[in-house]
């Protein structure tokens, strides 16, 4: 049952909506102070998914597209509220961060399942957000090719978070435009409509403000993407093929506020090396390189290069 506290945050980010004002800020204040204050607190405390197996950490998956869906739509009708740019920002901001930290990361985990319908619930929560052909790319390109010069979502040593949001985006959308370009025109139009839609149902400010949640998600989800693998390459064999994906080509947090809302993302060398495991069953390898705080940390310290860049560069060797 654990893995349901992202439930929680959702349902106090929701209040925080319904009060208006300072409050539709919460979420936003959730993720990036009061996470990032626990996981310094805890940095010594290691999470251990084998104490909390169940059968509920699939169910806890599989609710998030019916449970951010009417998120979203709630926070569409409190943005035609809004009575200052501030508080549609705020709404914008914090329904972003919601989609980002949970749609997508239960969106990471659906897209790999093996059966039809998780994966169509995992493009669920990436239409959300008007990402969905990432996955496509995500499962058939960065698994392919992570730790390699080919792999847009892989961040090059030294390279800042900004021009790696610019870079992987368009990395990420050419590949999977090479993968399943009918899927990505079919995803396109999916969000297209979704926006006619919002357009005449609520108007153009909320969908200006759904456009910004969007970029929110999709920039958290590329600045994850940039502290899983930054610095890391996998070396050529005498054949000139990439050596196999092992432990040490990801970074590793065994953070417990990172991997119980996350479900277990923190874990993402074991991914790598099997990404068709359960995050229920996901557990730390040997070799594996660890990151010196959890995600929300190291997620607000890649905003900050010229502390970021020295820091890990430290720990590539």
Same mark, same amino acid.
């Given at each position: 049952m654990i893995y349901f506290f992202p439930y929680v945050t959702l349902a106090v980010s929701m209040y925080g909506f319904y009060l208006m004002g300072n409050f539709v800020w919460i979420a936003t204040l959730i993720l990036f102070v009061c996470i990032p204050i626990i996981e310094i607190l805890t940095k010594n405390k290691k999470f251990n998914p084998a104490q909390h197996k169940s059968n509920w950490g699939t169910a806890s998956l599989?609710?998030?597209?019916? @449970?951010?869906?009417?998120? +979203?739509?709630?926070?569409?009708?409190?943005?035609?509220?809004?009575?200052?740019?501030?508080? $549609? $920002?705020?709404?914008?901001?914090?329904?972003? %961060?919601?989609?980002?930290?949970?749609? @997508?990361?239960?969106?990471?985990? +659906?897209?790999?399942?093996?059966?039809?319908?998780?994966?169509?619930?995992? %493009?669920?929560? $990436?239409?959300?957000?008007?990402?969905?052909?990432?996955? @496509?790319?995500? %499962?058939?390109?960065?698994?392919?090719?992570?730790?390699?010069?080919?792999?847009?979502?892989?961040?090059?040593?030294?390279?800042? @978070?900004?021009?790696?949001?610019?870079?992987?985006?368009?990395?990420? +959308?050419?590949?999977?435009?090479t993968i399943a370009k009918q899927k990505v025109l079919a995803y396109w139009l999916l969000s297209l409509i979704l926006s006619v839609i919002i357009y005449f149902v609520f108007g153009p400010k909320v969908l200006g403000g759904w456009w910004i949640a969007s970029l929110f998600a999709i920039s958290l989800l590329q600045t994850v993407d940039y502290i899983e693998h930054y610095g890391l390459l996998r070396s050529k064999n005498e054949d000139g093929l990439y050596s196999a994906v092992k432990a040490h080509h990801a970074w590793d947090t065994a953070s417990v506020a990172t991997n119980v809302h996350l479900f277990n993302l923190g874990l993402h060398s074991h991914h790598h090396m099997k990404a068709s495991i359960p995050?229920?069953?996901?557990?730390?390898?040997?070799?594996h390189r660890e990151m010196p705080f959890g995600y929300s940390v190291m997620v607000v310290m890649a905003l900050f290069p010229f502390l970021y860049i020295p820091y890990m560069n430290k720990r590539l060797t």
């Open positions: 599989v609710l998030t597209p019916f @449970i951010l869906t009417p998120c +979203l739509l709630y926070s569409f009708f409190q943005m035609q509220k809004a009575t200052t740019w501030l508080e $549609l $920002l705020g709404l914008s901001i914090s329904m972003g %961060v919601l989609i980002g930290a949970f749609g @997508i990361t239960s969106a990471h985990e +659906l897209v790999h399942r093996r059966q039809k319908i998780y994966r169509a619930l995992g %493009v669920w929560n $990436l239409i959300l957000c008007n990402f969905a052909h990432w996955g @496509i790319e995500h %499962v058939y390109g960065h698994h392919k090719n992570v730790a390699t010069p080919h792999d847009p979502a892989t961040a090059r040593k030294n390279e800042w @978070i900004y021009t790696f949001w610019v870079r992987t985006y368009i990395g990420v +959308l050419r590949g999977a435009w995050f229920q069953d996901l557990s730390e390898q040997p070799g």
